[in-house]
């Protein structure tokens, strides 16, 4: 059974703080892995990491992915406020004609002022 | 450009009845999905197409059905709606099956 792991559940930080959140997954025919915000509705796409050891940057947020540990990490630097969200992370795996995406629990961020 | 749009945003049922939520994406995708998301329990995937014309099950059917009544739309219904199935059903399309996904805002749904 496919299984996509977060940690930590929550996070209580400050405005100013850096923090680093974690994915680990165990899946067979692994394709990519995402990440996304969300708020209090949709999730809103943030990254797609197919390849190991490249960077992917968007402002104050960063990820990166290493196949051979089997894991990801989302680096917010400076947070804000309106960072706090749950930030879910996904693998994509394919399997007999098929697609589809495993997501974690989510990591429940809170930026206090 | 609207993206993903869901119907309704709130429903609240008696168990036993059913309902169709209803999902359209204007962004030309080929592959469109339906997702439920629970409390400790992530976003877990009930149906999904992966083009016009075709459906199949995802890792939560039981209690679905799926229609793609065309490219644009994809709906969801409960036939006999039951209080498990109270959750926040989310919709969500890819360009492919291999892409991101982009979601809608969400149907929550209580079942009493």
Known sequence: EDKVVQSPLSLVVHEGDTVTLNCSYEVTNFRSLLWYKQEKKAPTFLFMLTSSGIEKKSGRLSSILDKKELFSILNITATQTGDSAVYLCAVLVSGAGSYQLTFGKGTKLSVIP | ?112
């Open chain 2, 1 to 112: 450009n609207a993206g993903v749009t869901q119907t309704p945003k709130f429903q609240v049922l008696k168990t036993g009845q059913s309902m169709t939520l209803q999902c359209a994406q204007d962004m030309n995708h080929n592959s469109m999905y339906w997702y439920r998301q629970d409390p400790g329990m992530g976003l877990r995937l009930i149906y999904y197409s992966a083009s016009e014309g075709t459906t199949d099950k995802g890792e939560v059917p039981n209690g679905y059905n799926v229609s793609r009544l065309n490219k644009r739309e994809f709906s969801l219904r409960l036939e006999s709606a039951a209080p498990s199935q109270t959750s926040v059903y989310f919709c969500a399309s890819s360009e492919y099956r291999m892409q991101t996904q982009y979601f809608g805002p969400g149907t929550r749904l209580l079942v009493l």
